[in-house]
């Protein structure tokens, strides 16, 4: 008996599983990339990669990006807003993703210090201030 009922119980929930089907009008996700209120798509590839791209707070960027096709960041600039709005950060890197350079600047726009990579590490570096140029080299 309590064979005969699982056996009725197994075929029930077979019939009921296979009669669901799967909703063909469920609206696919969006997964392109657009414009927001903070983001603004400047440039994409034809492969839909972005190419370039700002964020902007309040008016003022505050970080811009520019891409290779592959996807990896090929240069970017970031700005600081303390104590002023003002360019902070500066970065390029190489197609498959090393560091080329970088400069950072201070809120008056001058060149605080900026270094230099070879093959992803870094080679040379130079800090500026008013007492003059030092120059740190690096070795592997």
């Known amino acids: 008996m309590f064979k005969n009922y699982s056996l009725l119980l197994l075929f029930l929930v077979t019939v009921l599983l296979s009669s669901c089907q799967k909703e063909d009008d469920v609206p696919q996700t969006d997964y392109a990339i657009g414009s927001t209120s903070h983001f ?20 003022n960027p505050t970080e811009e990006f520019e891409y290779y096709e592959n996807g990896y960041i090929k240069s970017a600039k970031v700005y600081a807003s303390y104590p002023q709005h003002h360019l902070y950060m500066e970065v390029s890197r190489s197609e498959d993703n090393k560091p080329l350079w970088s400069k950072y600047y201070h809120p008056d726009g001058e060149l605080w210090f900026e270094t230099a990579y070879n093959n992803g590490l870094p080679s040379i570096k130079k800090v500026y201030s008013e007492a003059g140029t030092a120059i740190h080299t690096y070795t592997a």
């Open 40 to 59: 603004e798509l400047l440039d994409q590839y034809p492969n839909g990669w972005i190419k370039q791209g700002r964020y902007q707070l309040s008016g």
